[in-house]
């Protein structure tokens, strides 16, 4: 029998221990709260019709989250939100898919490292996936698209990895990571200023984070350089951060903290530089500058600053170039300070009539893999030449001529196709009196793109609500893309694969007429035509 104090006693305790019980109940939910509080967020316009429910049925990764968003947003009517009122979305709820950059620009060396350090040349239109390492060789230049239109561009000797490329919420906010090992970047970042668009460039020793602006930013051993050119940039390093508005730049060495800000020196006065030149080497007296310690100066073939044609640095008075084919050029040219920042850039054109010199090779750039049978080969205009002499060749002493054959243009499409393998060309230019010297020999390699598939024996059955797909293996070295169309609900890309085999199998999302489309795909990722077949997506009886 328990007498009435034992009773009491025994209430007591168990009280006690409910009483110390409860943190540990709570802690998840008060670790979700924090969690929500604490991670980045994307700030949402409210529309017309919007609903927290329904926002959190098309945007959240678990659609009975948006009650989170509720008590984060103090909304009291989860089902009426004030048309253009924001609301805090911490990113972690929302649903994310991988995004792609694009190549759009390419010239002199551009190329992917895999991952067992080889190098594969990069073409204009090539697709970037997250994890790609990116190099660019002296005298070149690489221009990449990302996923919210932010454009970066590799300056030559640079190296750059994309850590992060993510899209959230179908689109609605871009997040990208890049790495700069080496070298330098010019970024013009968010052109469209899309609220919650980040991008970020980290290098060994610091981090620059920015959401809408033009910046530069270099990597040299243990120094970073940050230049903002509009906008605002966050530099930071060792814990510590500052901001940089327009016209000023930072520094951080050996992972220390970034200096205060610095005013960027002006563009040099380019106004009384010598525009015509008529022997080498080309030779630019530089106008005193207060501030500047240095010149560095860039020639390009076009007035776009895409075809680089020669660099240099100057410490003096006098910025030269002793190699350069005759022709019309532009050189974009800014000052450095003490510190090494550099400011803002001068535009200056000029022409070059010398002599008949070796034009320069455009297309294909050295060790470039092209996939066109009979390719455009192309190259730089030179003045006083009135032709050229183009020769190629399936070796590099030109014993093995394929073609030789003067051209009046600066392009030449082959009249026949090549066979797979490697090839070298050479230019020289020819003029009424005389026939100038035979450009460096440039080679290429040509690699067919995959052929069609071969589904003559495919064989398509559809068990419940899910589609068994049995054809012929792929050739040796290539795999299938598979991508599915719902032509009863006239519904595109319903399922899409890469990396197949000849036995596979998907989910059916739609019943009805289907249209199954597949293509050869090559290590390199290059995709062949489509062989396309269509089958009956039965609903089970």
């Known amino acids: 029998m328990i007498n009435h104090m034992d009773f009491k006693l025994l209430i007591m305790k168990r009280i006690m221990l409910f009483v110390l019980l409860i943190p540990q109940l ?28 329904h926002f959190g049925n098309r945007h959240l990764v678990n659609p009975d989250d948006w009650h989170i968003l509720q008590k984060l947003n103090l909304i009291k009517n989860p089902y009426r939100m004030p048309i253009g009122s924001k609301i805090r979305v911490p990113l972690h709820l929302l649903k994310q898919v991988p995004a792609q950059a694009e190549v759009i620009f390419a010239s002199g ?41 932010s454009i970066v561009t590799m300056q030559p000797s640079s190296t750059l990895k994309l850590d992060t490329l993510s899209m959230y919420s179908g689109g609605g906010m871009v997040d990208t990571k890049l ?10 970042a968010n052109p469209a200023h899309t609220p919650g668009n980040s991008m970020q460039i980290f290098t060994p020793t610091a981090v620059a984070a920015v959401r809408g602006t033009s910046f530069r930013v270099s990597a040299e051993s243990q120094t970073v350089r940050q230049e903002t050119l509009s906008g605002q940039v966050a530099l930071a390093a060792a814990g510590q951060e500052v901001a940089i508005d327009k016209g000023y730049g930072s520094l951080s060495e050996d992972g220390n903290a970034p200096l205060p800000p610095v005013q960027l020196l002006a563009a040099p006065d380019v106004s009384k530089l010598n525009a015509q030149f008529e022997s080498l080497p080309v030779e630019f007296e530089l106008p005193a500058q207060k501030g500047a310690t240095a010149w560095v100066g860039s020639v390009f073939q076009d007035a776009q600053l895409n075809m680089l044609a020669a660099e240099n640095i100057s410490q ?16 974009k040219m800014r000052a450095k300070d003490s510190l090494g920042l550099e400011g803002f850039d001068a535009v ?8 008949p010199y070796a034009p320069a090779i455009v297309y294909p750039a050295a060790a470039e893999t092209i996939r066109e049978p009979m390719p455009t080969l192309r ?54 009196s005389e026939k100038g010297p035979y450009s460096a020999i440039n080679h290429f390699v040509y690699k067919p793109k995959p052929p069609a598939p071969d589904i003559s024996q495919l064989v398509a059955r559809v068990i419940e609500n899910r589609v068994f797909i049995n054809t012929l ?37 739609e019943y009805g007429k289907q249209t199954l489309r597949l293509r050869l795909v090559d290590a390199e990722g290059v995709a062949g035509p489509e062989a396309v077949t269509e089958f009956d997506g039965l609903p089970p009886r």
């Open 473 to 509: 293996n792929p050739p040796l070295g290539f795999f299938y893309e598979a991508t599915l169309d719902n032509e009863q609900n006239h519904q595109k890309n319903v399922w899409q694969a890469v990396g197949l085999n000849g036995r596979f199998d998907f989910l059916l999302r």
């Open 26 to 53: 709570c802690l998840p939910l008060f670790a979700a709260e924090n969690a929500s509080l604490n991670s980045p967020e994307w700030l949402y316009r409210v529309r017309p019709g919007d609903t927290l429910i």
């Open 316 to 331: 003096s008075g006098q910025l030269t170039f002793v190699d350069l084919p005759d022709g019309q050029y532009t050189l």
């Open 379 to 432: 190259w730089g205009s030179v003045n006083q030449a009135s032709s050229y002499q183009l020769e190629l060749a399936n070796d590099t002493e030109f014993k093995q001529v394929v073609m030789a054959q003067q051209i009046v243009n600066t392009q030449f499409t082959l009249e026949n196709s090549l066979q797979p393998g490697r090839y070298f060309w050479r230019l020289a230019s020819l003029n009424e």
């Open 348 to 355: 200056h054109t000029f022409s070059l009539n010398a002599k």
């Open 109 to 149: 060396g551009a190329f992917i490292i895999n991952s067992d350090k080889s190098r594969q040349a990069i073409t204009v239109g090539q697709k970037l996936n997250v994890g790609a390492e990116l190099q660019t060789i002296a005298r070149s230049k690489l221009n990449i698209r990302f996923a919210d239109g």
């Open 179 to 188: 790495r700069l090992q080496q070298g330098g970047v010019e970024i013009e």
